[in-house]
């Protein structure tokens, strides 16, 4: 019987560390010492740290990712499922006493402007992520349960990027603040419905005035 993959290990422990330290702060020898395996297993594995850069993020993708059917539930309305998917997450870093943020933001921050092939990795989730978001809110403008002023895309992309900027002023001031402010004014008030204008009328507008 072949021994088992040491992969597994290596990946979780660099998502660990990437999120707690940072990628800058988590060298190959504390990854492969957090997994417990020999530091020869890493380049088994990959080529680079870059390389477990990118895979890392999609391995923490992955379970974030999971939590996206509650946005596509047509169970719900577009706004209980918009709610519940941003509780769950606001409850998810409420257990980590707003200590680490999200950690494809983090990295975002620290490599976006240096490190090409992981700016391009984050933006591809980014991408996918307020996707889903803009879907949800565009069958809430179908149903007029949510503002038809704007486009489902630039709604979607604002919410990621207020939440995730919620999220890294909740990370340094240890605060529920910032999370309660989103949920109150980006849900409470962005959303909610102004004119009931589909999208492309209102682009119309714009242009007749």
């Not at 379970?63 to 499922?81: F, H």
Request: proline share 4%; aromatic share 6%.
């Amino acid at each position: 019987m072949g021994r088992l993959s040491t992969k597994p290990q290596i990946l979780d422990a660099a998502v660990g560390l990437f999120h707690r330290q940072g990628y800058n702060g988590s060298g190959v020898h504390d990854i492969v010492a957090e997994a417990g395996v020999p530091k020869g297993s890493f380049y088994n594995h990959f080529a680079s740290k870059e390389a477990l850069g990118i895979a890392a993020l999609r391995r923490y993708w992955e379970g974030g990712a999971t939590l996206l059917e509650m946005l596509r539930d047509d169970a719900k309305p577009p706004t209980d499922r918009l709610r519940a998917y941003f509780q769950a997450l606001a409850d998810i870093t409420r257990r980590a006493e707003h200590r680490f943020g999200c950690m494809i933001g983090n990295l975002g921050a620290e490599l976006g402007g240096t490190t090409p092939s992981i700016r391009v990795e984050i933006a591809a989730i980014m991408a996918s992520w307020s996707g889903a978001i803009a879907d949800c809110i565009r069958h809430g403008q179908r149903d007029g349960s949510i503002r038809g002023d704007m486009e489902p895309e630039e709604l979607g992309l604002f919410l990621l990027d207020a939440w995730e900027g919620a999220l890294l002023r909740a990370k340094v001031d240890r605060s529920e603040a910032p999370i309660a402010a989103f949920m109150t004014i980006a849900l409470g008030g962005l959303l909610q419905t102004s004119r009931r204008l589909p999208a492309r009328q209102t682009s119309r507008a714009k242009g007749e005035v």
